[in-house]
């Protein structure tokens, strides 16, 4: 039995499909990562889980208990960081800790035993008395899952943690969550950064039009669904090489605005076609998550 | 769904996490609070009381200020609890989004609005009993009965308290609240028997008068700050409880289908 059991999860509003049959299940200590677009469900899938919507089909059983009827029990071993903050700007960054844990129904004495260990997690310990307002956007996100903690729950729950981020903030945060997974805790984490789901997940789904559209460990879907090597070609006259020369040399080619994206299993060809080409630059690359999710869920725009 | 919309609210000692919260916060600026919730029906009461006062000697056996004071007990008491449910909860729920954070907890969104109801009405509590404080300390209370007013102070703000969070969660904006004051807590203030006696008023308006909950606040407020028991006073207090009742029903019912959508 997993930590989380998603079968055939589906949600609708009006006439739109938002999560369309969506299979989940988290094994205990793993970090799952949910991919997907704007707009391809993924925060409403969280929401689901959590009981704070009703589905219109389908099961949930998160850590045994029955969602959404068992919701608010469940809730109390779950850690939640949401996609925007909500800290609560009237209190400093300790209040902040010790008014959360009492939604748990923990007792100040025993909050202010853990408030060490959360700051300290946070890197907060020196503005523990400041205001939230007067905090970073990476300290910000920091206490968000430090109050996350507050009940040590099993399971936490991460809606695009980093977004907005700048890179040692980023990197700050991964490293707290691989210390959590050290520490046993199971993570399901929404992400639209190929990086930090390459770096942080064991197992990842990718979701579009509120369907999982592939799903495995990073590497796997690598090698599942993409050809091994990618040459991007940048420059004018890009796209007239693609045309005369790319689309023979590789097994796929994709134009998109100025560059040309090849896929292939050996780029050798490619290469030296592009070095007798003095007015073309290009970027020979193993193929990563990205090319993965491209080709997946396409290249235009989801607002 | 739609079951889920109008089912029961289920009523859980978890509200006192949620009132609780509003407390420390309230805390914090506790005093300038208080002074500024009370100097507005200070300033009617004492301004128009004596001064208006002056030119009537006598309003159905009492000074005019002491007229007033009951009626500015119970007027105070509304416009605390419906500034509290409206402005300061639309920025919990909206603003700082802090129910959101909140309903990641095992809490639920029942807890959260009842909650801040019962919040309303504490704070509304607070502004009653100060108006009534100011009065006795004026020598405007007669009577030791008038600390039973308490609870129905209390009651008054919980009636005004559901009616705001009505408001709250069907509100786009803070703009919206202006509407609510012009069209529902002004009129209530003038045909509500505040000012002067409801019998004043042509017919209808009476009628109207007698439908809103803050004429039987005053209803009750006014003899039991002078050691009367108050007429029909069951009546009037079952008026109260069935707006607290059906106010915050339908603050739970419309903040479910605001928020758990």
Redesign the interface.
């Known amino acids: 039995m997993g930590e989380l059991e998603v079968r055939g999860l589906r949600k609708r509003y009006g006439d739109r499909e938002v999560v369309a049959g969506v299979d989940l299940t988290l094994q205990p200590g793993v970090c799952f990562g949910l991919l997907g677009p704007n707009g391809a469900g993924k925060t409403t899938t969280l929401r689901l889980c959590l009981g704070l919507t009703d589905p219109d089909g389908g099961e949930i059983t998160m850590l045994g208990h029955r969602i959404p009827q068992d919701a608010r029990t469940a809730r109390a071993r779950i850690g939640v960081v949401p996609q925007m903050d909500n800290l609560d700007p009237d209190f400093s960054v300790r209040e902040n800790l010790v008014v959360y844990g009492r939604y748990f129904g923990y007792a100040k004495a025993e909050i202010e035993r853990r408030l060490p260990s959360l700051l300290e997690f946070a890197g907060l310990n020196a503005r523990a008395d400041a205001k939230i307002q007067t905090l970073s956007g990476g300290m910000k996100r920091r206490l968000t899952l430090a109050r996350a903690l507050v009940n040590d729950p099993d399971l936490i729950f991460l809606d695009e943690p980093t977004t907005g981020l700048d890179p040692q903030a980023r990197h700050l945060i991964w490293e707290r969550l691989r210390q959590l997974l050290g520490q046993g805790k199971t993570i399901l984490l929404t992400t639209h950064f190929m990086d930090e789901a390459e770096r942080l997940c064991h197992e990842l789904a990718i979701m579009d039009r509120g369907r999982i559209i592939a799903h495995g460990a990073p590497r796997t879907l690598i090698e599942r669904n993409i050809e091994p090597q990618v040459v991007e070609v940048y420059g004018d006259g890009a796209e007239s090489w693609a045309d005369a020369r790319g689309m023979q040399l590789s097994e796929r080619c994709e134009k998109t605005g100025e560059t040309v994206f090849c896929y292939t299993a050996d780029a050798q060809p490619i290469v030296q076609d592009l070095d007798r080409q003095p007015a073309l630059r290009y970027l020979h690359r193993p193929a990563n998550l990205e090319d993965v999710f491209l080709k997946l869920t396409g290249r235009e725009l989801r607002d | ?1 739609a079951a ?1 919309l109008y089912r029961i609210p289920q009523l859980s000692g ?1 509200l006192l ?1 949620v009132w ?2 509003n407390g ?2 309230w805390r ?1 600026l506790a005093i300038p609070s208080m002074l500024g919730n009370l100097a507005d029906p200070m300033l009617y009461m004492l301004g128009l009381g004596y001064g208006l006062g002056a030119l009537m000697p006598e309003m159905r056996g009492l000074s005019y200020v002491a007229f007033l004071a009951a009626g500015t007990v119970c007027s105070s008491t509304m416009m605390t609890a419906s500034f509290e449910a409206m402005y300061s909860g639309f920025s919990r729920m909206h603003v ?3 129910w ?9 969104l029942d807890d959260v609005v009842l909650g801040e109801a019962v919040w309303a009405a504490s704070k509304a509590l607070l502004s009653g009993m100060a108006v009534l404080f100011v009065a006795a300390a004026l020598g405007l209370v007669h009577s030791p009965l008038a600390l039973s007013l308490l609870p129905i102070v209390f009651l008054t703000g919980l009636a005004f308290a559901g009616m705001g969070l009505i408001m709250t969660s069907l509100s786009p904006s803070y703009d919206f609240f202006m509407y609510y004051f012009t069209l529902v807590i002004t009129p209530m203030m003038l045909v509500c028997g505040v000012f002067f006696p409801r019998d004043q008023l042509p017919d209808w308006l009476q009628a109207y008068g007698a439908a809103l909950p803050l004429t039987h606040a005053v209803a009750l407020a006014r003899p039991l700050m002078n050691g009367a028991i108050p007429d029909g006073m069951p009546g009037h207090l079952l008026v109260l409880v069935a707006y607290a009742i059906v106010g915050c029903y339908l603050a739970v019912v419309f903040a479910r289908r605001r928020l ?2």
């Open positions: 769904m889920n978890r996490h609780r919260r420390l916060v914090k700082q989004k802090t959101e954070a909140i309903l990641n907890a095992p809490v639920t758990l959508k």
